[in-house]
């Protein structure tokens, strides 16, 4: 086929080729780890869609040929109303976009689809809230707008315990869909597959999406390859579910396994934040066998990539799928600690060590830190939007902070920022928010301050009436004393020791080995004894 | 003899409006936000202040803000004029738009601020003026997008039509080396400007943030 490849350990073809998101799939089937069967369309297909304008020849015919093999692959038939195949389409580039091209999950759940379904698993809650995903992410792709957000308004995840609202919901979307004046939503499964293909190439071209390209200095012209699997569903009963694993302690470098999972949910709502995820080792305890299977794999990925690795995982009614490896791209302190690590477990040579840490990684090695986040009393997490340690009492008003910071440090602990907050975060010492990533209204304002700052904690509620706020069931009072790390996201209770030399040992030892690549062991700045080596290297 | 009542359209809906908008702030902050003089401004506030909706704070601050009533009366104020003037669809519409626009201005901030080098996002010290005027540039390939959508709310509703005027000098600003003008929570730089814009239309939408 000339615009796609399957996704098999038989493929060859460069990242280039298949973007960097179906080169690691196939990676994964070389190691032997569970992949959902599945294709890729290339990015050369998207090229020829942005010089033409629409789908190149041949395309159409392709993808018909292609989910007939799917369906061979995983007995099941695409759109069929007995065991409906449905599929995910993923965007994929060579180089890394994060959020700004399009997914859709659950497609081919048309109408007779899914009541295929409905009757096939004898769950129509499932379904419901399946079908109401794929509408909610198609047309979000259709429309550039987030759907679910403008349907079901503030707040909300959408996971299998909201059964209930999920009717109107999906009542709600078509509307919306209706109302744009936009393509309604096909109730056809191969149309749906060629409109969402055509959608993840024209989000290629978004204008967010061109201006994080001015922004980063990648070519207009890459184009973006379209990854189309099987679903497995993380919302299918109670031992599914999703989530995102690093290799390596992502904040410290340290040799174990952290991330987060959400039982009964579908992937976005891990990295949407929508929803209240739970630290990662809780699968070893309610599902150990996708656990161990879990830890395997991160093994194998590690040896493969030899270097600390991120995955995207789905379970299904216990059995896992890994859905995206990648390096895990660890900065600071733990890239120090992840190398020399590496090195010392002869994954990599000393003289590698040195080259994956950047001079520019030493200037953030002396950041502020909470100094043994795993005997903190960590009360919050959440996404660090501006590095450094703030200690101080808690206050979830502008009003309470303004008043407080007379007496002391303030922690402003708000849902979200508005202009209103401004002189409370102008008061407060540190600042943790709700919601937003790190480019929302909160951590644009923290960064402004120079205020270390926690963003997007999920399940963070603030009850202004009581003067206190919680999250994961517990609750702090306003004026507790609290320690926020701007860096790791973690928020603990009193004031933990913090340090500034936690990967001290490791940089001294990185250092030491400079020292001998270059020839030069005089006194200097950590950063030139880092690029003479580097500078020696390089002439090798 | 008593005071004037404030009323509840015009110069006092402007003035109510732009400390809901922008939370608290002086006279010359209102003044801008509202393009009035800032004795008008003042004359203004006295008689909100009079009427419950509005206090003013001193003790070192020197800044007006809302009280509970006068947030209940802005929203009761702000909703008649929508209604009135039939402007609902019209500001929805903008609205919807305004949201995809909003990430994207949010991402160009975090570009002013952070920029990637060795792929470790780093504080953007501004010592690199061709990054600099590539981020800007950005900013005003966006602005022409935010353009036309303050156009349709300025036509619908014409008191948007100062966020316009704000937004523009905020960026011409920029562009002349105040760079403070970007994304710094002191001046009335593009990204104040921005949330202020965002507040008010969940505001006068009557959207619960």
Same mark, same amino acid.
């Given at each position: 086929?000339?615009?796609?490849?399957?996704?098999?350990?038989?493929?060859?073809?460069?990242?280039?080729?298949?973007?960097?998101?179906?080169?690691?799939?196939?990676?994964?089937?070389?190691?032997?780890?569970?992949?959902?069967?599945?294709?890729?369309?290339?990015?050369?297909?998207?090229?020829?869609?942005?010089?033409?304008?629409?789908?190149?020849?041949?395309?159409?015919?392709?993808?018909?040929?292609?989910?007939?093999?799917?369906?061979?692959?995983?007995?099941?038939?695409?759109?069929?109303?007995?065991?409906?195949?449905?599929?995910?389409?993923?965007?994929?580039?060579?180089?890394?976009?994060?959020?700004?091209?399009?997914?859709?999950?659950?497609?081919?759940?048309?109408?007779?689809?899914?009541?295929?379904?409905?009757?096939?698993?004898?769950?129509?809650?499932?379904?419901?809230?399946?079908?109401?995903?794929?509408?909610?992410?198609?047309?979000?792709?259709?429309?550039?707008?987030?759907?679910?957000?403008?349907?079901?308004?503030?707040?909300?995840?959408?996971?299998?315990?909201?059964?209930?609202?999920?009717?109107?919901?999906?009542?709600?979307?078509?509307?919306?869909?209706?109302?744009?004046?936009?393509?309604?939503?096909?109730?056809?499964?191969?149309?749906?597959?060629?409109?969402?293909?055509?959608?993840?190439?024209?989000?290629?071209?978004?204008?967010?999406?061109?201006?994080?390209?001015?922004?980063?200095?990648?070519?207009?012209?890459?184009?973006?390859?379209?990854?189309?699997?099987?679903?497995?569903?993380?919302?299918?009963?109670?031992?599914?579910?999703?989530?995102?694993?690093?290799?390596?302690?992502?904040?410290?470098?340290?040799?174990?396994?952290?991330?987060?999972?959400?039982?009964?949910?579908?992937?976005?709502?891990?990295?949407?934040?929508?929803?209240?995820?739970?630290?990662? !080792?809780?699968?070893?305890?309610?599902?150990?066998?996708?656990?161990?299977?879990?830890?395997?794999?991160?093994?194998?990925?590690?040896?493969?990539? /030899?270097?600390?690795?991120?995955?995207?995982?789905?379970?299904?009614?216990?059995?896992?799928?890994?859905?995206?490896?990648?390096?895990? /791209?660890?900065?600071?302190?733990?890239?120090? /600690?992840?190398?020399?690590?590496?090195?010392?477990?002869?994954?990599?040579?000393?003289?590698?060590?040195?080259?994956?840490?950047?001079? !520019?990684?030493?200037?953030?090695?002396?950041?502020?830190?909470?100094?043994?986040?795993?005997?903190?009393?960590?009360?919050?997490?959440?996404?660090?939007?501006?590095?450094?340690?703030?200690?101080?009492?808690?206050?979830?008003?502008?009003?309470?902070?303004?008043?407080?910071?007379?007496?002391?440090?303030?922690?402003?602990?708000?849902?979200?920022?508005?202009?209103?907050?401004?002189?409370?975060?102008?008061?407060?010492?540190?600042?943790?928010?709700?919601?937003?990533?790190?480019?929302? !209204?909160?951590?644009?304002?923290?960064?402004?301050?120079?205020?270390?700052?926690?963003?997007?904690?999920?399940?963070?509620?603030?009850?202004?009436?009581?003067?206190?706020?919680?999250?994961?069931?517990?609750?702090?009072?306003?004026?507790?004393?609290?320690?926020?790390?701007?860096?790791?996201?973690?928020?603990?209770?009193?004031?933990?020791?913090?340090?500034?030399?936690?990967?001290?040992?490791?940089?001294?030892?990185?250092?030491?080995?400079?020292?001998?690549?270059?020839?030069?062991?005089?006194?200097?700045?950590?950063?030139?004894?880092?690029?003479?080596?580097?500078?020696?290297?390089?002439?090798? | 003899?008593?005071?004037?009542?404030?009323?509840?359209?015009?110069?006092?809906?402007?003035?109510?409006?732009?400390?809901?908008?922008?939370?608290?702030?002086?006279?010359?902050?209102?003044?801008?936000?509202?393009?009035?003089?800032?004795?008008?401004?003042?004359?203004?506030?006295?008689?909100?202040?009079?009427?419950?909706?509005?206090?003013?704070?001193?003790?070192?601050?020197?800044?007006?803000?809302?009280?509970?009533?006068?947030?209940?009366?802005?929203?009761?104020?702000?909703?008649?004029?929508?209604?009135?003037?039939?402007?609902?669809?019209?500001?929805?519409?903008?609205?919807?738009?305004?949201?995809?626009?909003?990430?994207?201005?949010?991402?160009?901030?975090?570009?002013?601020?952070?920029?990637?080098?060795?792929?470790?996002?780093?504080?953007?010290?501004?010592?690199?003026?061709? +990054?600099?005027?590539?981020?800007?540039?950005?900013?005003?390939?966006?602005?022409?997008?935010?353009?036309?959508?303050?156009?349709?709310?300025?036509?619908?509703?014409?008191?948007?039509?100062?966020?316009?005027?704000?937004?523009?000098?905020?960026?011409?600003?920029?562009?002349?080396?105040?760079?403070?003008?970007?994304?710094?929570?002191?001046?009335?730089? +593009?990204?104040?400007?921005?949330?202020?814009?965002?507040?008010?239309?969940?505001?006068?939408?009557?959207?619960?943030?």
């Amino acid at each position: 086929m000339r615009w796609i490849r399957p996704l098999s350990a038989r493929v060859r073809e460069p990242a280039e080729v298949l973007g960097a998101k179906a080169h690691g799939l196939v990676a994964l089937h070389r190691l032997g780890l569970p992949v959902p069967a599945g294709f890729v369309v290339t990015v050369e297909a998207c090229r020829a869609f942005m010089r033409e304008g629409r789908l190149p020849a041949g395309l159409a015919e392709e993808l018909a040929i292609a989910m007939t093999g799917l369906e061979a692959a995983t007995g099941r038939r695409f759109g069929g109303a007995q065991a409906p195949l449905a599929v995910s389409v993923r965007s994929g580039a060579s180089v890394s976009m994060p959020g700004m091209m399009n997914t859709v999950l659950n497609l081919g759940l048309t109408t007779e689809a899914s009541a295929g379904l409905a009757t096939e698993t004898g769950d129509a809650r499932f379904v419901l809230n399946s079908r109401l995903r794929f509408l909610s992410s198609f047309a979000s792709a259709i429309t550039n707008t987030d759907v679910l957000g403008v349907a079901a308004g503030p707040g909300g995840a959408h996971g299998r315990g909201t059964g209930d609202g999920d009717a109107q919901l999906i009542e709600a979307i078509e509307k919306l869909v209706r109302q744009r004046g936009g393509r309604p939503i096909p109730d056809d499964a191969a149309r749906q597959l060629e409109l969402a293909v055509e959608t993840v190439f024209s989000s290629w071209d978004a204008p967010r999406a061109r201006t994080y390209r001015e922004l980063h200095d990648i070519p207009h012209d890459l184009g973006t390859a379209v990854i189309v699997q099987a679903m497995v569903f993380g919302n299918r009963d109670d031992r599914s579910g999703t989530g995102v694993a690093f290799s390596r302690d992502p904040n410290t470098g340290e040799n174990v396994p952290f991330g987060d999972v959400l039982f009964g949910h579908q992937g976005e709502d891990v990295v949407s934040g929508r929803s209240r995820t739970l630290p990662l !080792h809780e699968l070893a305890a309610r599902e150990p066998a996708v656990w161990t299977a879990l830890i395997e794999a991160l093994r194998r990925v590690e040896g493969h990539y /030899r270097d600390a690795c991120y995955v995207e995982f789905t379970f299904q009614a216990g059995g896992l799928w890994l859905l995206q490896v990648r390096p895990g /791209r660890f900065v600071g302190g733990a890239a120090v /600690r992840v190398a020399t690590e590496l090195a010392d477990e002869r994954l990599i040579t000393r003289r590698e060590a040195l080259l994956r840490v950047s001079p !520019h990684h030493l200037r953030h090695v002396r950041t502020p830190r909470i100094a043994a986040p795993a005997k903190a009393d960590i009360v919050a997490r959440g996404v660090g939007a501006c590095p450094g340690v703030a200690v101080g009492k808690v206050a979830t008003t502008t009003e309470a902070a303004v008043r407080m910071a007379a007496d002391g440090p303030v922690i402003l602990v708000r849902p979200e920022t508005s202009p209103h907050d401004m002189r409370g975060l102008a008061a407060a010492t540190g600042i943790v928010t709700g919601r937003g990533g790190s480019a929302s !209204h909160a951590a644009v304002v923290a960064r402004a301050m120079g205020k270390p700052a926690v963003v997007g904690v999920t399940g963070l509620v603030v009850d202004v009436a009581a003067a206190s706020w919680g999250a994961d069931g517990r609750t702090v009072s306003e004026g507790t004393l609290v320690t926020i790390d701007g860096t790791s996201g973690e928020v603990a209770l009193g004031s933990p020791p913090v340090s500034t030399d936690a990967a001290d040992a490791h940089l001294r030892r990185l250092l030491a080995w400079a020292d001998d690549v270059s020839g030069d062991h005089s006194e200097r700045e950590e950063a030139q004894r880092l690029s003479a080596a580097h500078a020696t290297l390089r002439h090798h | 003899m008593s005071r004037p009542t404030p009323r509840r359209t015009g110069s006092g809906l402007l003035v109510l409006h732009a400390l809901r908008c922008g939370g608290h702030a002086g006279l010359t902050r209102v003044a801008a936000a509202t393009g009035m003089d800032e004795s008008d401004v003042e004359s203004e506030l006295i008689d909100l202040a009079v009427a419950g909706l509005v206090t003013h704070l001193a003790a070192g601050f020197d800044v007006w803000g809302l009280t509970d009533a006068g947030r209940v009366a802005d929203a009761e104020w702000i909703t008649d004029e929508l209604e009135a003037g039939g402007a609902r669809p019209a500001v929805t519409a903008a609205y919807e738009r305004f949201l995809v626009l909003n990430p994207e201005l949010l991402d160009l901030c975090t570009a002013w601020q952070l920029r990637p080098i060795d792929g470790v996002m780093t504080v953007n010290d501004h010592s690199d003026p061709s +990054y600099d005027t590539r981020v800007l540039g950005r900013f005003a390939a966006l602005d022409q997008r935010a353009a036309v959508v303050c156009a349709e709310l300025a036509a619908a509703l014409p008191r948007f039509g100062r966020y316009r005027t704000r937004l523009a000098e905020a960026l011409d600003r920029a562009n002349s080396g105040e760079l403070e003008y970007v994304a710094d929570h002191v001046a009335a730089s +593009y990204h104040t400007v921005w949330a202020q814009l965002h507040e008010d239309l969940l505001a006068t939408l009557g959207i619960p943030r």
